[in-house]
């Protein structure tokens, strides 16, 4: 059976079409379709044409995920399967870009990405999964949704805080961390400083949360304000922005709620069996996960959400352990929140934690650290189907053996030792005599040039 490969690149209302054969030749040269039910019909009359012309053939299709664009056109050729012997499968964009360079593709139009997508299915048919159907595509763009309106509401809420600035100075220090309600219900009744001086602490007391003294105490303050805008158009502006936030608040804790209620996945309920995992972290992380089939190891994951640690070392040039924070950054901010969350409330994350910090960890890096453990730990959920249960890890850590007090054999150099006669530079030479320090003739590299260390302190520009 032969067997041929179609690559599609999907763009706003078109998309650009090639087929290979299995030798990377070009046997359809290309050809654009508009995303219309006509374009559709005419890729069908296509590939049915070109099936009975190659009557023992298979198909095999790939698309590009372009954020959506590409949806369409995935769904029509999921349709040809049974009548035109073709499977269809999404691909990773960053794994064909990765390949078309390394054919030293430098140009980049639609057409050369077609038939890079084709010659992808080629060159990588391990890593293309025609089976795999994504059913949580509608929980997706409904989370997004949501996301959106945390952002919007942020990005008021930043707009709001510095028109307070001038208008009511005095209650800057509530809007440290998550700004209250009964702040926002406190503007939009008294949008300005003079007009919360005139107030009655009564009057004042009736908003939810805010007590008479609590009351008194914000008139006070008012009275006292350094304000300096008090006319009607700051205020009438404090009294829209905080009606558009007051707003985005009651819509995202609805949608929050009906999304946890029409979720249905059976793996969320088992990831908010990890204290710190609440519903809609779990729906966050599942949605990206999509299916832990998906991984065949936890560090797969790690490398998925971007947490895994990375170290570059290349002959005299050293770095230094850093999280890699490669791929979308979405993934990495769930773990986040998720990270701090559990800090919080589990003794599990807390202990290690306070175990990073006493090594020497930062403590940005010690958050790092957890995501990445927790991120572990949730890979064993999923793949044991099994809730969390700490004596799990604890038992793997007393797995471990202790380390032994022993001189370990570079593995690399198994085959020759280390000859001193070698003609390495001279920071290679202090590495392999394991003196990493650098002696006082050093060049001190500043900008950029290297400069030779002064010999003589009281004349830098006399040589001895």
Known sequence: ???????????????????????????????????????HEQLYKLLGAFSKEHSDCRLYAGIESTGGYENNWFHCLLGFRDPLNLKAARLNPCGVSNNSKAGLKRMGTDKISAHGVAQYLIDHPEKVNYTYQDQTAGLRKRYKVINMLIKQKGQLLNHLESMLYAAHPQLMIYFSNDTPKWILALLKKYPSAVRLARAKAKSVAQIPFITKARAEELIADAKKSVASCCDPDTEEAIKLTVGHIQHLQKTEETQKKKLATDCSLPEVELLKSFKGISDYSAIGLMLEIQNISRFVSAKKLAAFFGVHPMYKESGDKTGR????KMGRKEPRRILYMVALSAIGCNPLIRDFYEKQLEKGMVKMAAVGACMHKILRIVYGMLVNNSPFDPR????????RKPAKNKIKKDRNRRY???????????RQGLKRRGNGSQSQSDGVTKCGITAPVSTNDSNPNTTG
Not at 392 to 399: G, W
Not at 416 to 426: H, L
Request: negative net charge.
């Open 1 to 39: 059976m032969e067997r041929f490969y179609l690559g599609v690149d999907a763009s706003k209302g078109y998309a650009d079409f090639t087929i290979l054969d299995s030798n990377e030749q070009t046997v359809m040269a290309n050809f654009q379709l508009d995303d219309t039910p006509a374009g």
């Open 321 to 324: 352990m850093r999280m890699s």
């Open 392 to 399: 799990i890890d604890e038992a793997n850590q007393q797995k």
């Open 416 to 426: 020759q030792e280390i000859d001193p006669k070698a003609p390495v530079s001279r």
